[in-house]
Structure formats: structure tokens, C-alpha cells
């Protein structure tokens, strides 16, 4: 597989270097799942990579082999540039200390003060009593938290236990931040804020970020770079642009349909027949992102004679261009549909041709 | 009730606390560590030693599985070496730690337990090691059900110390039975359960209270 950004090979483009990493889980009954089956990753330095894939494809001992919290069965793991697979318990524990984590379900320990809680990520890396305060009250001022914090964290909500999680993984400094479901349990809204002050953290600190989550949503909210995983193997990776608009595999695609909002009715679905009918109408799924998604797609068709009727469909941002996925039912001269579909491949859209239907498929209700 | 016999009723509670407090501090010098031991011990907890732990597990589950009454008896080789003599309320002080000390060690070890798996894996992924994970995460965060149970002990300790004064242990339940039971003096026997039920009371509400304030897992303490 070709790493993630090809021309930028030197070794410090690269924060995280897994090689042949595998883990072998032996269930109670005999039987072993591989939960890793050989992976071999680059991690960029200073961006934000998002691994996704369904639930038990392996994410979760992905992330955890990257600061050996899971140690591999085998293979390397380079992280800023040292090898923690060989490294002895207490190097390991220092090597720790510079690679911060964030939960799905925080974490935080219920009786200490929230101000408690980001300090014990400094006690446990053994800095002076008298420098922990002033970077406490640092991280709390970055995360928004300076008024709660002689609160306890039963006294939160979600999201301010995330900021609490994201200000301890913070404050020593750490060079890498690792994300394990870190929205999964907050709401559309907190879920975006915490989004957005992981945006913050990568920019303003250039913190590299690897994050894990079963949601299209926050990789193409946060994420520059998308790595998709399935049973314990990468099928895919790449900047999220360029994945989101030419999924080249299979389950990247079914994955993408519910964020995208183009998953095709059922009603129309039960009626889709793989050869074209007279007076019918073809289906198409249309993906396009940036200027393309932008430009006057519909009124092109209709200047090529054809009427594109919308069934289902969202324009949304995509880090800062416009990411457009709609399904749409063509009519019209056939060549002609043939031939629009051409150019408009030609012009960068992802367009897959779902099928025929007769008209009063799409027409009716 | 004369004034010989509120002076031994005086003398009886005096014994009686030592025996409770004695017991309990050794005994919880003991049980804690034992207790964390028996709960970070097992195949993939943090410091597994299974075999130790199944081994110490049997003790602990023999003890607490004898009756006390024959632990006292069986163990008094014992309490003649460590004290000397065999009646008494030093002597007593023996058999009451060494039947505390299996219960408060699964006391903390289940409490230990409880504590969320998610906080062990957030202190090793922020460089913890085995030490720090004991003293800045398990022990402050199990602190309110080690209390609870550390309250309990001492109850069933002041229940115990009554027991041991049936073989000349001194302290309340030696009185109750010496004077209430063997020469009918039902006010004696009344003062004597009155006295218990106010310390295990006193006991029982002292504990709970800290308790309380210790845990911060609800809104509102």
C-alpha cells in the first residue's frame, strides 16, 4: 500500500511508523481472531488522521499498539522517531508521557477536582509542585474549563469532561494525541465543539492527532487524512477529499452512503432493473467535491437536454470546500445521458449508474 | 445500680474499645496491602503472581470460614507467644486481628475492583507505573468503599470482642455474661447490650458520614 502522501518521504514527515503490525486475539473456545492482520501506516506529522472502519475491524488496537498500551504480537512501532516495541517498562512509561489520550468515555478520576485531574498527568511525569498550578491553569484557560476548576467531574457534562479529558492529555506537552472514540458518547453539538477544539489544538500547537471513530461525520468534519480499516487490514487510506469523492473500495463506499445522504429509497430500489426501458429513467449516485460540487451541475444536464430529476442528496463542507454526494434520475435521450455522464466524469465527479426505472418510479408521489 | 458496678461497666467499655481499636488498626496495617495484592494479583491484572494469589485466596477463605469462637481456642499457642498469656484483653487482642484481617482484605479488594478498568488504562497511557497507579488512582478512588468496609469490620469487631470475653477476655461481653447471665442481674446484661448498640451506632454513623464526604461520585458531595 503507498503511504498516505507520496513526495514527502523524508522520515520526519511521518510522526507514527507502524510496520507489520499484528495481534492475534485467542478466544476462550480455541478459537483466534486477528484483530490486526498486518498493517504497515505512516502517520503525517502535524495533520490529523482519521482511522475508521465498522465495529471489531480492529481500530481500537490500532490506536492502542501506537503507545503499546497493546503490545503487537508483531512489528514495529516508531513514534517521533524511536522504536517503543523494544523499549524497556520504564522508558516506555517516559516514552508515554510525550503521546497524550483522549476516551470515549473520559476517564477522569471521579474524586479529584477537575484542576486535580489535569494536574495528575504532570505529577505522573514528575514535574515540580510549583510549575504544575500555572500549566493547570494554562490548559484549563485553553479548554474553556478556568471556572470549574475546583468542580468534580460528576458535576459536568459530557462535553466539559471531554475538555477536562483533552486538557490532562495536553498539559505535558505531549508531541502526539491519540483519540479513541473521543465523540462517540456526546451529542451532534458537543460533538462538534470538541471537533473544533481538536482543529484548534492541531493548528495552534501543531499537535499531530490520530483519532478512531465509526463516524463519517467527524472524519470529514477534523480529519485531513482518512484511513480506512476492515477486519484487522487497511483497504484504503488518503486524503479525505480525495476518499470521500473516488472511494476506490467497496465497504469505504457503504460506509460513506449514510454520510453522504445517498442511499438509494427502498421503493426505488425494489424497482431498479439492470437494462435500460423505453421512456425509463437512469439512476445515478454523483459525488463531487470543491469547485465541481459548486458549479451548476443540473442546469449543464438540462442544457444537454436532459431533465435530472433530485431523489435524495446534501451539499456539505469538507474541511473548507463544498462536498456534494446526490442521487438523481435522468431522462432524456440516451446517448445524450451516456455522453453527460462522460463529461461530467471527465470533469473530476465520482458518478456510479445505479440502474433503470420507469419514469413513474420517480415521478409518482 | 451501685457504684462498683458503673465502675465496671466503665472498666468493661474502656477494654472493649481497645480490643475494637487495637484489632482494627493492626488489622488494617495488614488487610490493605493483602487486600491489594489479592485484587492486582490475577492472570492480566496489573502485577499478576496468580499462583500467590490463589495460595493467599485459600488462607483468607479458611480463616474467614472458621468459626471464631474455634479460632480463638485453636490459636492460643500463638497468642501465649505473642502475649504471653492467654486470658485478658491483650490476649484477646490476637484472635480479633487475625479474624479481621482476612475480612477487611476482601473488603478492599473487592472495593479495589470496582474501581473503573477505563482509569487504569488512561494512568498507563499517561506513563503510570505500577506504584503511582496504587497511590494516585486505586487507592484515592476506592477510598469511600474502603471506608464502608473498614466501618463494617469494626462492627463485626465489637460483636467478636463480646465473644472473646466468654473465654476470659474482659470487655463488655465478659461482664454481660459474668454478671447479667451467670448471677441474674438483668439491669447489668441491659447496660451491657445498651453500651454495645450505642459504639456499634456510633460506629456504623461515624464511618458512613466519612464515607460520604470521601466520595465525590454524585453530584452534591
Known amino acids: ?365 | 445500680m451501685s457504684p462498683q458496678m458503673l465502675s465496671l461497666l466503665a472498666d468493661a467499655t474502656v477494654q472493649t474499645l481497645l480490643m475494637v481499636v487495637v484489632a482494627g488498626v493492626l488489622a488494617t496495617l495488614a488487610g490493605v496491602p493483602l487486600g491489594l495484592f489479592l485484587a492486582l494479583s490475577g492472570a492480566g491484572d496489573l502485577l499478576p503472581r496468580p499462583g500467590l494469589q490463589r495460595a493467599i485466596g485459600l488462607i483468607v477463605n479458611a480463616t474467614r470460614s472458621t468459626p471464631f469462637i474455634i479460632l480463638v481456642v485453636a490459636i492460643v499457642p500463638l497468642t501465649r507467644l505473642l502475649t504471653g498469656t492467654s486470658i485478658g484483653t491483650a490476649a484477646a487482642t490476637v484472635p480479633l486481628t487475625l479474624a479481621a484481617i482476612p475480612f477487611i482484605a476482601r473488603v478492599v479488594e473487592s472495593a479495589v475492583r470496582e474501581v473503573d478498568h477505563g482509569l487504569l488504562d488512561a494512568a498507563r497511557a499517561m506513563g503510570a507505573g505500577p506504584g503511582q497507579i496504587v497511590t494516585k488512582i486505586l487507592l484515592p478512588e476506592a477510598r469511600a468503599g474502603i471506608v464502608r468496609g473498614l466501618t463494617l469490620a469494626a462492627v463485626n469487631l465489637v460483636g467478636y470482642s463480646a465473644m472473646v470475653g466468654a473465654v476470659g477476655g474482659g470487655g463488655l461481653g465478659d461482664l454481660g455474661i459474668r454478671y447479667g447471665y451467670q448471677r441474674f442481674m438483668p439491669e447489668m446484661m441491659l447496660a451491657v447490650v445498651l453500651i454495645l448498640i450505642i459504639v456499634v451506632q456510633a460506629l456504623q454513623s461515624g464511618g458512613e458520614a466519612l464515607a460520604r464526604r470521601l466520595d465525590k461520585r454524585n453530584p452534591g458531595n
Open chain 1, 1 to 365: 500500500m503507498d503511504p498516505i502522501v507520496t513526495g514527502q518521504d523524508a522520515p520526519d514527515a511521518f510522526m507514527v511508523r507502524l510496520a507489520g503490525i499484528t495481534k492475534i486475539f485467542h478466544g476462550k473456545d480455541g478459537q483466534t481472531v486477528a484483530a490486526l492482520a498486518g498493517i504497515d501506516l505512516n502517520i503525517l506529522r502535524g495533520g490529523i488522521t482519521a482511522i475508521v472502519g465498522p465495529s471489531g475491524a480492529g481500530k481500537s488496537s490500532l490506536l492502542r499498539a501506537v503507545n503499546v498500551l497493546e503490545r503487537p504480537d508483531t512489528g514495529t512501532v516508531n513514534v517521533g522517531g524511536r522504536d517503543l516495541t523494544s523499549l524497556d517498562d520504564e522508558s516506555l512509561r517516559r516514552a508515554r508521557q510525550s503521546i497524550g489520550m483522549i476516551f470515549q468515555h473520559f476517564n477522569l478520576l471521579a474524586n479529584r477536582t477537575v484542576a486535580g485531574n489535569v494536574a495528575l498527568s504532570l505529577e505522573l511525569a514528575g514535574w515540580p509542585t510549583a510549575k504544575i498550578g500555572p500549566r493547570v491553569a494554562e490548559l484549563l484557560n485553553l479548554v474553556g474549563l478556568t471556572d470549574k476548576a475546583t468542580h468534580y467531574p460528576a458535576a459536568l457534562s459530557g462535553g466539559q469532561k471531554q475538555r477536562v479529558g483533552i486538557a490532562r492529555a495536553l498539559a505535558p506537552n505531549p508531541q502526539l494525541l491519540l483519540c479513541d472514540e473521543a465523540t462517540s458518547a456526546l451529542d451532534p453539538e458537543t460533538t462538534r465543539q470538541i471537533l473544533a477544539l481538536i482543529r484548534k489544538i492541531n493548528r495552534e500547537l501543531g499537535l499531530t492527532v490520530l483519532l478512531i471513530t465509526h463516524e463519517m461525520a467527524v472524519v470529514r468534519e477534523v480529519a485531513d487524512q482518512v484511513v480506512v480499516l476492515e477486519a484487522g487490514r487497511i483497504i484504503e487510506q488518503g486524503p479525505v477529499a480525495q476518499v470521500f469523492a473516488h472511494p476506490q473500495h467497496q465497504t469505504t463506499r457503504c460506509f460513506l452512503l449514510g454520510e453522504t445522504g445517498t442511499e438509494l429509497p427502498p421503493a426505488l430500489a425494489a424497482r431498479l432493473l439492470t437494462t435500460p426501458i423505453a421512456d425509463g429513467a437512469t439512476l445515478i449516485r454523483l459525488h463531487a467535491v470543491g469547485e465541481l460540487a459548486a458549479s451548476p451541475l443540473l442546469s449543464d444536464l438540462g442544457a444537454a437536454g436532459i431533465a435530472a430529476r433530485l431523489i435524495a442528496g446534501r451539499v456539505q463542507p469538507l474541511g473548507d470546500r463544498p462536498f456534494a454526494g446526490l442521487i438523481a434520475a435522468l431522462t432524456g435521450n440516451v446517448g445524450a445521458i451516456d455522453n453527460a455522464i462522460h463529461q461530467l466524469r471527465a470533469r473530476g465527479a465520482e458518478i456510479e449508474v445505479l440502474g433503470h426505472v420507469a419514469t413513474d418510479a420517480v415521478t409518482a408521489g
